[in-house]
């Protein structure tokens, strides 16, 4: 008999660092909503997976950048959570029961969605979507991430846009399965992780939190290594750009189709399969995040 | 938890995910100006994990019956998926324990030098002259491990599998009961290393020229290339030479020659499709095995009758 016991205990061999069981959330919007993907949905079991804290720091220390994108980012979301995903949702379905997984999708953003992710070398919005049904959102559904943690108790929405978590902080990464499966749930998130604290904001070289929140393609330029603490920069970078100095001291402000400019001239690092950028910022938020929660800043 | 414990467990979830050879080496190996101590100035043990490459992922280029299986399951497949696995479920469980792990996986396609290249790899797809992104030397560390020891070519030669591993790292500061070194017992300068290079990339010294190795890692030599055209490299006053691996190439005529071949599709992540086949691991393999020095055993020796090989004239 499928138990939520049953799950943790599975989850937990199969490599996830945390795991919480939620029920199924109301959402407003319906291309977010986790009830679309499958309508009779009970719960939405999520599954953290911690970043090990060693590659973020070395990117602090300034000796080596690519092991968070290849093992932090990459291969943690495109290998180890797919296996997994793979894995526990065999495990469900052997019950008789559905188990709709859902991975981040790095390079898609839902119709409206102007924001891009900085992870990857570039995004498309889905433009051309068209519901194919009365009473059906457009295509595709996307959960939010941060919500769906929060229903599971793993976490919430830091002010950088990051999920944070109360043991993890910011180095941990996601995945979910929505399911018709009778599990007991946790309770959601009630308590405050992230208490605005700002320290996220003054560590980003391209101040790309505010406090609203984060400005996503300010960071996706400055994530790739805009800003002159590269270490892979010289002077040849945007050498006859009439704001080359304001760019690299992170003062410039980008929106979309400026950033995309300047990731034609940014190639310090490989990007990795599946189009990840190398971050070259050394994830200087997530780290003055993490360091706050811990007492340290 | 006690540190014996701690070691049982690294190497019994290692084995869970596919490592087959686990070593540990005290930071006291190594140099204080070490690129592990760059990394993780708190390092207290370097934790060497090595995969066995499975002796029939050779077979078909030996054969000469099937190519793509050795660099997809071989190379990108232990590279990409497989080694990444264990290095992270040890590294986080070490980090569950309350201790810092460091995760050290080859990257491919960055490299300090500024001429230099990465056979396994597409030589345009290398980021060469990155000398801010610190990477540790592998095979002097895995030695430091006690994986293996040195060959003459510059691979690891292990007990078990002789040259047929590959082989990545965790830096901790957990300190762990260390392995010893392993005294060199497997490598008598045979040779054979130096004899199986169908492009003659080893020099006398066992130094492997990468760019003459990359050339002929592609499959430059058509002798031992069954997907070669006749008409191969005609534009080249030095073909034949090429084509029998007798070329002795530069990285400029290496990229032009590189760029000529295209009888055989890449693998992904930029992985090129090896089409000598290892054939210097095979040469040391075979000798290994001949000598009956691997500990692991097989029923059927791997070479099976003498190797296959096309004339140059069929070139001419």
Known sequence: ?????????????????????????????????????????????????????????????????????????????????????????????????????????????????????????????????????????????????????????????????????????????????????????????TETVCDKCGKCMEACPGHAVTENGLDTWQCSVYYKGAHKSNPFMTEEFLKNHPNREQIINGEFRFDADSAREIYKEMKFLPDTQWGYSACICGKKCDIACYRHLIGEL | MDKKLLKEKVIALAKENSADIVGFAPAERFEKDSPIFRLLPETKTVIGLAFRVLRGTYRGIEEGSTYYQYTTMAVENMEETIMPMALLKVSMMLEEEGFTALPQRRHQQIMAEENSTNPEVAYDAVYRGRTAETQIDFLDTAIKCGLGEKGFHNVLLTDEYGPMVRYCF??????????????????????????????????????????????????????????????AFADFDDRLEIISGEAKVTPETAKAILDKIYFYPPAQHAYQCSICGRNCDVACYVHLEEKDVLTKKFREPFRKRPEWKFSVEDFK
């Open chain 1, 1 to 189: 008999m499928l138990t939520s016991d049953l799950i943790k205990q599975k989850a937990k061999q199969l490599g996830a660092s945390v795991c919480g069981i939620g029920r199924v959330y109301e959402e407003e919007n319906p291309q977010r909503d986790p009830r679309m993907i499958l309508p009779n949905a009970k719960a939405i079991i999520g599954f953290g997976f911690a970043v090990p804290k060693g590659i973020y720091k070395a990117m602090e220390n300034g000796s080596q950048y690519y092991t968070y994108t290849t093992l932090g980012v990459k291969y943690e979301d495109e290998e180890m959570m797919e296996i997994f995903l793979l894995k526990m949702g065999g495990m469900i379905e052997n019950e008789g029961y559905d188990a709709c997984l859902q991975k981040s999708i790095p390079n898609l953003r839902i119709k409206g969605d102007k924001a891009t992710n900085p992870e990857v070398k570039d995004t498309y919005e889905l433009i051309h979507a068209e519901a194919v049904a009365p009473g059906k959102p457009v295509p595709d559904v996307i959960i939010d991430f941060g919500k769906a943690a929060k229903a599971c108790g793993l976490g919430e929405m830091g002010l950088n846009g990051k999920i944070v978590n109360k043991k993890y902080g910011p180095f941990m990464r996601y995945c979910f399965i929505i399911t018709d499966a009778p599990l007991d749930c946790d309770e959601p998130l």
């Open chain 2, 170 to 231: 965790i830096l901790t500061d957990a300190i762990l009961d260390e392995s010893p070194i392993v005294e060199p017992h497997l490598c008598d300068k045979c040779g054979e290393c130096k004899k199986g290079c169908p492009g003659h990339a080893i020099a006398e010294d066992g130094g492997v020229d990468p760019w003459q190795c990359a050339v002929y890692y592609n499959g430059a030599n058509g002798t031992k290339n069954p997907f070669m055209p006749p008409e």
